[in-house]
């Protein structure tokens, strides 16, 4: 974090003797900024927090962005140097530090059976977020995707196609417009397939066979499954792609049984005091880590032989361990359990000693329908889109402030900041009614800004282009408000990237977008003198710049015009 906000937390750190975070920072009703921290230090050390204010006030007096430095109890104010503040932030950006290690992200990794869940959206959201926001501060990050092609789902469609199972037209006919696709056509057969052996004992005798020689690598059934997969995959990645979200590599769990990798896991987990076997099938015993099952076992392979997916799902991570420093998993809360698992046995039993960021998320409640992939009556994203962008559309025709490039940008936006701007650990009830609103907390909102903004600019012209210098007398406290909230950025994405958070830059948006109105509706532009009119048309473009990088790091566009 360059700039004010960081030398003013080093400085504070220096002078308390303690970690000083820019959460310490507060607004302050006399000055620029206030910090609390004396009141901390205080409670801790029994000492008066007045005192420990004013000793932290004169020491700070060095940092150059300080003007003055006052207490009130144990509330520092400050007062920064506003020249100072505005020099750097309409100077040339420089290029984030890059940061020492690889980042290995994985999310979204739903299973390549038929096209996306709306429940898995907010998964995809979230990752491809944190990917941009850790780039964006200096991390060097490489995404990958866990593709499922191991299991009864896959082995069921294989076998489906196979055998040329015909779908159900009732069920081509709901999904039409896709039914092309072929992840679409994975569900179409699954349907099909799972009804098939329900009642008919032969063909789950030979799934059951089929996803044993998979699982032995025995003649081609793994590269079948495999390549079922790739296509339910090629199928799904067209959503991703409709959605902005790409991946760096794709991982397969056929792989740990191809190479060998998943019955090594099992060797070794054989060989720990913590194995056990039962009439369920072979694992651990994770009990003394507060993780006791009813069967007595953490289950790694089923009682015929065939592995689990923590199985596989373990191999997987010994290999991502050699991949790059750190690993961040982006996971459904429904799999706290198994990731405590995963991280208990890896510790245990292989010695890994390695932490994994796990990032888990509550689900987000579609006007509170349950749908099952069993009777093949789901809601996809692909419905979710073409809902989003039909709503958004009515709105853009309604305003007149774009056409159907212009409603995509603005559906897709929505759904996508609706999702991401509440904390991961929180549910979402979504509503198109208040994702589109805009006049309220949502894309559309902020990209008004901007295209707002763009067309400032453009009234603007040559002017902008040719301003070389600008009044720095700021009398406004709209514009002072707004310089402040645009040397927050960098902070706040910081702040993301730290507690992978990426809700952190959507509320920072917001906020920003609340200040730049103030300064749009009290601070004249075009009509002020040229000197003071020069530094609010570099304001102007700095705050389009700033909301189309943070609607960025988001994966949502910024239209110019609207």
Not at 55 to 83: F, L, P, S
Not at 179 to 188: K, T
Not at 504 to 510: D, E, H, K, T
Request: with cysteine.
């Amino acid at each position: 974090m360059d700039g004010m906000r960081s030398e003013l937390v080093f400085a504070l750190s220096e002078a308390a003797g303690t970690d000083v975070t820019v959460d310490d920072l507060k607004p302050s009703p006399v000055a620029d900024i206030g910090c609390p921290i004396a009141f901390g230090l205080a409670k801790k050390n029994g000492e008066d927090p007045a005192k420990i204010a004013e000793k932290i006030a004169a020491a700070i007096m060095g940092c150059q962005y300080v003007v003055k430095a006052e207490t009130q109890g144990g509330y520092i104010n400050i007062t920064v140097d506003r020249n100072k503040v505005l020099k750097d932030l309409l100077s040339p950006e420089k290029p984030a530090k890059a940061r020492p290690g690889k980042v290995i992200l994985e999310h979204t990794s739903v299973n390549p059976t038929g096209p996306i869940h709306v429940g898995r959206i907010r998964n995809t959201i979230i990752g491809d977020s944190l990917a941009r926001i850790l780039r964006h501060v200096g991390h060097d990050v490489q995404t990958r995707y866990y593709v499922n092609d191991v299991g009864r789902q896959v082995a069921l469609i294989s076998l489906g196609f196979e055998k040329g199972l015909e779908p159900d037209p009732t069920l081509r006919q709901r999904y039409s417009k896709y039914s092309q696709r072929p992840d679409y056509e994975m569900l179409f057969t699954y349907v099909v397939a799972n009804a098939l052996a329900e009642e008919d004992e032969k063909f789950r005798d030979e799934v059951a066979d089929f996803m044993l020689r998979a699982e032995a690598s025995e003649g081609d059934s793994l590269a079948k499954v495999t390549d079922t997969a790739k296509k339910g995959l090629k199928g799904q990645m067209e959503a991703f792609t409709r959605l902005g979200v790409s991946f760096d590599a794709f991982d397969y769990e056929s792989a740990g049984l191809a190479d060998g990798s998943v019955e090594e896991v099992l060797k070794k987990a054989r060989a720990s005091k913590l194995y056990k076997k039962t009439e369920v099938g072979e694992g651990l015993d994770l009990a003394p880590y507060g993780l006791e099952k009813r069967s007595g076992l953490t289950v790694l392979a089923r009682a015929d032989g065939t592995s689990v997916y923590l199985c596989r799902d373990i191999a997987y991570h010994l290999k991502k361990a050699g991949m790059g420093e750190r690993l961040i998993n982006v996971l459904g809360e429904d799999h706290k359990l198994q990731a405590k698992e995963l991280s208990t046995i890896l510790d245990e039993v292989f010695d890994w000693q390695r932490a994994i960021d796990v990032v888990h998320f509550s689900f987000v409640s579609f006007q509170g329908e349950k749908f099952s992939t069993r009777r093949g009556d789901i809601a996809t994203v692909d419905d979710l889109f073409d809902d989003a962008v039909a709503k958004a559309g009515v709105e853009v025709e309604k305003r007149g402030i774009g056409d159907a490039n212009t409603a995509e940008m603005v559906g897709i936006g929505a759904v996508k900041f609706h999702i991401v701007k509440t904390t991961p650990t929180k549910q979402i009830n979504f509503s198109f009614e208040d994702a589109l609103n805009f006049d309220g907390e949502t894309a559309p909102y902020i990209q008004y800004a901007h295209a707002r903004s763009a067309r400032l600019l453009e009234k603007a012209g040559a002017e902008l282009a040719a301003i070389k210098g600008y009044d720095t007398d700021i009398t406004e406290d709209a514009e002072w408000e707004l310089i402040l909230k645009l040397s927050d950025f960098l902070g706040a994405c910081e702040q993301a990237a730290k507690m992978l958070r990426p809700d952190i830059v959507a509320s920072y948006l917001i906020e920003l977008v609340q200040d730049y109105g103030r300064f749009y509706m009290g601070c004249p532009v075009m009509d002020s003198p040229k000197p003071i009119k020069d530094r609010r048309l570099l304001l102007v473009a700095k705050a389009k710049k700033t909301v189309a990088e943070g609607l960025g790091l988001l994966g949502i566009e910024a239209p110019e015009r609207m």
